[in-house]
């Protein structure tokens, strides 16, 4: 499957932004989609993941509450909605896909090319 994230941009604490990620190839549905950011330092750290129907979702500790995931398998498109956005947010944001638990970080076997989010103070 190939992935092609967009949406990224600039924005002032507090905005929101959504990013989309667009999958192609008949199996998007089968995958457990992903996302993950790489911050300024280089860390990457997971964001947010869908199971392939979209009943379980799981974040990270510091965007409960503020971002949000959700997928339209009919479109092999899966979405992150990031509000009250801050400049600690600010990092390239990937899109991913793997087979496996939707708590597991590390089964991502595909993956896209990121889009940057920049939050300003």
């Known amino acids: 499957v190939q992935l092609q994230a967009s949406g990224g941009g600039l924005v002032q604490a507090g905005g929101s932004l959504r990013l989309s990620c667009a999958g192609s190839?008949?199996?998007?549905?089968?995958?457990?989609m992903g996302w993950f950011r790489q911050f300024p330092s280089l860390e990457r750290e997971f964001v947010s993941a869908?199971?392939?129907?979209?009943?379980?979702?799981h974040y990270t500790d510091s965007v409960k509450g503020r971002f949000t995931i959700s997928r339209d398998n009919a479109k092999n498109t899966v979405f992150l909605q990031m509000n009250s956005l801050r400049p600690e947010d600010t990092a390239v944001y990937y899109c991913?896909?793997?087979?496996?638990?939707?708590?597991?970080?590390?089964?991502?076997?595909?993956w896209g090319q990121g889009t940057q989010v920049t939050v300003s103070s």
């Open positions: 190839g008949r199996t998007f549905g089968s995958f457990v």
């Open positions: 991913a896909a793997g087979r496996g638990s939707v708590y597991d970080t590390r089964m991502y076997a595909y």
């Open positions: 869908i199971t392939w129907s979209g009943d379980i979702t």
